[in-house]
């Protein structure tokens, strides 16, 4: 039997009030399995200290002989009389790590280019605003398994119970013995004198003893001052030991720290048997644990084989988030098959035959609408359904064991050995328990003599029976979800055209498949060719020539007086040269060795010419108007493309989609409207991600052909919302 005693604290560690809580009873407590632990104490009305522990506002540490077992969060106060007449408050409460249930992650993503990582809880507690962070010395600090996903208002401790569960890996809380600051005094060869923050007197020290520590990995774990003043153990996180001195200041083992303790289960080297026999040297075996009563559950309602899986969506059967683009593959006893979206176990199925269900975890979603995200999502899911087969593919046998003896250095999540045989009055076996099981609660009761039972829960498994899904529920799940997770939802978009063309000049119906689209589920065209059409039908105005003509009269035109020269050449030999009247010789002579000469005529009067009129005709630049006569001209003849089969619309039209022939085929014309599925052209066969952003559809006419497109594309696509900056 030990003593129990109690501080009470702010939630930031520090302690109220004067000296330790000694009057408290009834108390207990549990330590589960990747669940917070809830406790209960009575303290008597009448201790004024009961006034300073206040809902929602005080932690209080218990401890057993000096050494602190419990920490948890004053959440319910209750006052209560017995029939003694004595009033009694009724302290209730979780763990000190419900403080990680009031804070959300916010928006979290836990990815790394779209794929997963290995450091979930480590990015999960960072979000705490009090620094809370995993033990490195007591567990693990990465995970087994990677996680992809994202959290969006899920609380802490939510985030870290969903990473818990999704990878098949368990957590537990141990409080440090407080998470103040130490102050070493002095340091000598054997001794070690600090100022111990947990005796609550000013400056009061005290001296430690090295000789008797316990050193681990490094670091002390345990210094006992041998001189009994509560509490007489304190544990520093000093590392490396030879590195203290009296200028040092160490902290406490953290109240803030998460044991990650991943999918590995360690031995405990404890075997659990009935109570019997030589009960005094069993008491001091610590490799023994006693039982004196023991319950059994076989577990197997909830068995399942297989499972067709579906993530983020809120429709199943058309958008919801299936495991069509996981690269994973069949192997061994794995059945995957992406095109039924179904895992199973064949082994398992030919034991049970076929025991298959459908499960949604629609917190599992693409964090990016990305090839790379919409796979890591879908593995994701593959990955949560087989940790979901491999706990429920065969039944469990889960055991309650009442305990008066349990070594210390057991905890939930190891395993322990489980013995109990038992005959009838003939000699007949009613049960022969031979089992490893896996630790997966320990819940402590002190009675008020001081007296200490213990009540554990063991299984075959790491799962909790399914008859205690509500209690789990509760206890997983404390907070409350301020948004939830992103849903991929359906949309239809519909898109129209009306589009000429020729044999020169395609028509063109370009469209996009934005970030918005996580999924393609089908692009379909319907069109008709119609005859080439204007809004012209005619044109009117008078005809015009390039030159204008008219029949010109007869008329005259004025000479007026002028005179002519004439040039007469020298030849060497004289001659008379006469201008007489009526062409008698006149009196020049020229010849010899003189130079040419202008002889200059008579001067005349001047006078008239007169002519006959005649047509004749002028060039000229000119203008003139026209009136359009507006209506419907449509094109007929051997232009018009033949539109009466498919046969005949491809003789006369060449149709692509992104500058290659279509990998559908077109379909018969249904009162007059083509269609054709492009899905395959734009999406991805097994993502059904879209192939790129931008497409474009394209109809030419054959040569001498033209007409006009009428077209509506519809596309359905399974959207997210994305961010944008």
């Not at 009448?46 to 300073?52: A, G, M, V």
């Not at 075996?285 to 297989?306: R, S």
């Amino acid at each position: 039997m030990g003593k129990l005693t109690a501080t009470i604290e702010t939630l930031g560690g520090v302690v109220v009030g004067d000296g330790l809580l000694s009057n408290i009873f009834d108390v207990s407590y549990d330590d589960p399995l990747s669940m917070l632990a809830e406790f209960s104490f009575l303290i008597p009305c009448r201790d004024l200290r009961s006034k300073l522990l206040i809902v929602q506002q005080r932690a209080v540490r218990i401890y057993e002989d000096g050494e602190a077992i419990f920490l948890g969060l004053v959440e319910g106060k209750r006052r209560t009389i017995g029939a003694d007449g004595v009033a009694s408050f009724e302290i209730t409460g979780r763990s000190y790590a419900g403080r990680l249930d009031q804070e959300p992650t916010r928006f979290l993503d836990i990815e790394s280019a779209g794929a997963g990582v290995d450091d979930a809880p480590s990015r999960i507690l960072a979000r705490h605003t009090d620094g809370w962070s995993l033990d490195p010395v007591n567990g693990e600090t990465t995970t087994a398994n990677d996680l992809y996903g994202r959290f969006v208002g899920e609380s802490i401790l939510e985030a870290l119970t969903a990473a818990s569960s999704k990878l098949a890996e368990h957590w537990i809380y141990r409080p440090g013995l407080s998470g103040l600051t130490v102050d070493i005094v002095s340091v000598t060869a054997s001794t070690i004198r600090v100022a111990d923050p947990t005796l609550y007197y000013v400056n009061q020290v005290v001296e430690y003893d090295l000789v008797t520590s316990v050193v681990e990995r490094n670091r002390i774990t345990a210094i006992t001052d041998g001189a009994g003043t509560p509490p007489n153990s304190l544990i520093l996180a000093i590392t490396p030991a030879a590195a203290i001195d009296d200028t040092s200041t160490v902290r406490t083992l953290g109240d803030r720290q998460i044991i990650w303790i991943g999918p590995a289960t360690t031995a405990s080297g404890v075997r659990a048997i009935r109570g019997g026999g030589d009960a005094v040297a069993l008491e001091d075996n610590d490799d023994i644990c006693l039982f004196t009563a023991l319950d059994e559950l076989e577990d197997g309602a909830d068995l399942i084989t297989g499972i067709y899986l579906y993530g983020a969506g809120d429709d199943l059967e058309h958008t919801a988030l299936t495991i069509a683009a996981t690269t994973y593959t069949s192997s061994g006893n794995w059945v995957i098959s992406p095109t039924d979206n179904l895992i199973y176990r064949s082994d398992a199925e030919a034991i049970y035959g076929q025991r298959r269900v459908v499960l949604q975890f629609e917190d599992i979603a693409p964090i990016s609408n990305t090839d790379a995200d919409m796979q890591a999502a879908a593995n994701m899911l593959v990955d949560v359904g087989k940790r979901y087969i491999e706990r429920y593919v065969e039944p469990h046998k889960f055991y309650g064991l009442t305990v008066t003896k349990l070594p210390k250095r057991v905890r939930p999540g190891q395993t322990m050995w489980l013995l109990d045989y038992a005959e009838d009055a003939e000699g007949n076996v009613i049960h022969d328990i031979d089992a490893d099981c896996i630790l997966l609660n320990i819940a402590t009761r002190w009675g008020n003599d001081g007296s200490r039972s213990h009540s554990l829960t063991v299984a075959t498994t790491d799962r909790w029976p399914s008859s205690w899904e509500e209690e789990i529920a509760g206890r997983m799940r404390q907070g409350k979800i301020y948004q939830t997770h992103s849903q991929g939802g359906p949309s239809v978009d519909t898109l129209s055209y009306a589009e000429p063309f020729d044999d020169a000049k395609a028509a063109s119906l370009p469209f996009w498949l934005g970030p918005e689209i996580l999924q393609v589920q089908q692009v379909l065209l319907r069109f008709r060719v119609d005859p080439l059409r204007s809004t012209v039908k005619s044109v009117t105005g008078g005809a015009s020539s390039l030159s204008t003509s008219d029949a010109e009269s007869g008329h005259t035109h004025t000479i007026p007086g002028h005179q002519h020269t004439i040039l007469i050449a020298n030849s060497g030999v004289t001659y008379p040269i006469g201008f007489g009247a009526a062409g008698t010789a006149g009196g020049l002579n020229h010849g010899g060795a003189g130079a040419d000469i202008n002889y200059p005529t008579d001067s005349g009067s001047g006078g008239t010419t007169s002519a006959a009129g005649a047509s004749h005709s002028h060039g000229m630049a000119h203008t003139h108007s026209s009136t359009g006569v507006y209506g419907i001209f449509e094109d007929s003849g051997a232009t018009v493309v033949d539109d009466t089969s498919v046969a005949t619309l491809l003789a006369d039209t060449t149709i692509k989609i992104n500058g290659i022939t279509p990998t559908a085929t077109i379909a018969a014309p249904s009162g007059g409207w083509f269609t054709l599925d492009l899905t395959a052209d734009v999406a991805d066969g097994d993502t059904f991600r879209p192939t790129a952003l931008t497409h474009e559809i394209t109809i030419q006419g054959a040569t001498g052909k033209r007409g006009r497109i009428t077209a509506q594309l519809q596309i359905r696509a399974i959207v997210q919302a994305v961010a944008y900056s």
